[in-house]
C-alpha cells in the first residue's frame, strides 16, 4: 500500500465558523466568565438527557471529586467501580480516603458485569459506578437493583455517552447522578468541561456550592443585570467553574452532537465490514439489551501479534491509536496503596493486554477507515509465519 503523507489522528474535535463565531460573541459580550451561556447550556443538556438538574463544571474529574465530596465519602469507605476505566476515578476515590473495589468486565463488549459489580459490594460501600465504555451503556437496570438493595447511589460514569441511550432512554435519563465529559476527544467538546445531571435539587444545590468556593450567589446572580454582590459562605468549596468562552462551544456543539453521532456510528459500520474476517483481530461487540451506541470510540483487540509491535508498524503508516484504558487496578500507586495485582480481575486484564482504540471522529472520510483497515491487513498478513 502508499503509505499516505498526513498523519491521521486518533481523534479530532468537529469545530467549524459557528463555535468561532459564538466565543467571538461571547468576547464582545465582556461577560466571559461563568455566565448566562452556562446557563443556557445546562438547560440543553437537562433537554437533552431528561435529567431535572444539570450543573456545568469544568472537567468530569471535577464533577467526580464534588460528587464523592457531595454523598461524603470519606475515610473507610468503598466505592465500587469497574478497573476498565480512566484512572480519573479511582483518583478521586483515593484522594477522598476512599478505596475502591473493582469489579471485573464482560471482555466483549468491555462493559461492567452487574454481578461482578453486585458481588463487590460490601458494608463499606458507599456508591457504585458503573462506566458506560467507548459509547455503550453498562447494563444499568441491575445495577440500580443491587445498589437500591445495599441503599447506596449509583454515580453514572457517562463520560463516554453523550448521546448513547439504554433501553429506549438517555444516559443521565435514569434517575442516577450521571457525569459527562466534554474534553476534545469526546462526542462534544467545550475544550474542557463536563456535566453532572441528577434528580434531587437539595443534592444539585449542593453540587453547585462545591464547584465555586462555597458562594451561595454565582457570578451571574451577583454581578448580572438585578444582582446584589453581597454572598455568604456556609461550606467551603472549589474552583470547579465552567466558563461562558467554553459554554458557548457546548452550545453549539450539543445543537450537532446528533450529527456528529450519527457520523461516527456511519464509520463504525465502515470499520466493521473492512476488518470483517480479520483472523488476530477481534471487533467490538454490541451489548445485548436494547440501545444506541454513540461510538466514542472504536476499540478492538490485538491477538496476531505483540500490541506494542502492531503499534508502532501502524505509526509507520501514519497512523495513530489509543489505548483505553491500561486497568487501573494494575497501576503502580494502586497495587502499592490498596494490595491489588495480577490475576484479580481475568477478564479485565485479559482485555487490557489487546485493546487498541482506532482513529474515530466526525470528520474523518470514508477513505480514512479503508486506509486503516487495508494498513491492519497488511500488518496482520506479514506477521503471519
Known amino acids: 500500500m502508499d503509505i499516505r503523507k498526513d498523519f491521521l489522528p486518533l481523534s479530532r474535535p468537529w469545530l467549524d465558523g459557528e463555535e468561532i463565531e459564538a466565543v467571538a460573541e461571547s468576547l464582545r459580550s465582556g461577560w466571559i466568565t461563568s455566565g448566562p451561556k452556562v446557563a443556557e447550556l445546562e438547560e440543553r443538556f437537562r433537554a437533552h438527557t431528561g435529567a431535572p438538574h444539570a450543573v456545568a463544571v469544568s472537567s468530569a474529574t471535577a464533577g467526580m471529586h464534588i460528587v464523592l465530596a457531595a454523598l461524603g465519602v470519606g475515610e473507610g469507605d468503598e466505592v465500587v467501580t469497574p478497573s476498565m476505566t480512566f484512572a480519573s476515578t479511582v483518583n478521586q476515590i483515593a484522594l477522598r480516603g476512599a478505596r475502591p473495589v473493582f469489579a471485573d468486565n464482560d471482555y466483549g463488549t468491555m462493559q461492567v458485569l452487574p454481578a461482578e459489580a453486585e458481588r463487590a459490594i460490601t458494608r463499606r460501600t458507599r456508591a457504585v459506578i458503573p462506566v458506560h465504555f467507548a459509547g455503550a451503556p453498562a447494563d444499568l437496570d441491575p445495577i440500580r437493583a443491587a445498589a437500591d438493595r445495599a441503599g447506596v447511589p449509583v454515580i453514572e460514569d457517562a463520560a463516554h455517552a453523550v448521546g448513547t441511550s439504554y ?159 491500561p486497568p487501573c487496578h494494575l497501576l503502580a500507586y494502586v497495587r502499592s496503596r490498596f494490595g491489588t495485582g495480577e490475576g484479580d480481575l481475568p477478564l479485565c486484564e485479559r482485555a487490557g493486554a489487546r485493546i487498541l482504540s482506532l482513529p474515530l471522529f466526525p470528520g474523518m472520510a470514508d477513505g480514512d477507515v479503508d486506509y486503516v483497515c487495508e494498513a491492519i491487513r497488511e500488518i496482520v498478513s506479514e506477521g503471519r509465519p
Open 167 to 325: 433501553r429506549g432512554r438517555p444516559v443521565g435519563g435514569h434517575g442516577n447522578v450521571a457525569i459527562f465529559s466534554f474534553h476534545p476527544i469526546k462526542n462534544m467538546t467545550t475544550g474542557e468541561g463536563g456535566m453532572v445531571t441528577c434528580y434531587d435539587g437539595e443534592f444539585a444545590g449542593k453540587l453547585r456550592l462545591l464547584r465555586f468556593h462555597g458562594i451561595e450567589r454565582d457570578a451571574w446572580k451577583r454581578y448580572g443585570k438585578g444582582g446584589t454582590p453581597q454572598y455568604d459562605i456556609r461550606e467551603p468549596g472549589y474552583k470547579y467553574n465552567l466558563t461562558d468562552l467554553q459554554a458557548a462551544i457546548g452550545v453549539v456543539q450539543i445543537g450537532k452532537v446528533k450529527l456528529m453521532n450519527e457520523r461516527r456510528a456511519a464509520l463504525a459500520a465502515r470499520y466493521l465490514e473492512g476488518l470483517r474476517g480479520v483472523q488476530g483481530i477481534e471487533l467490538p461487540e454490541s451489548p445485548p439489551y436494547p440501545h444506541e451506541h454513540s461510538w466514542h470510540l472504536f476499540i478492538v483487540k490485538v491477538t496476531a501479534m505483540d500490541r506494542d509491535a502492531f503499534i508502532g508498524r501502524l505509526a509507520d503508516r501514519n497512523i495513530g491509536v489509543g489505548l483505553h484504558f
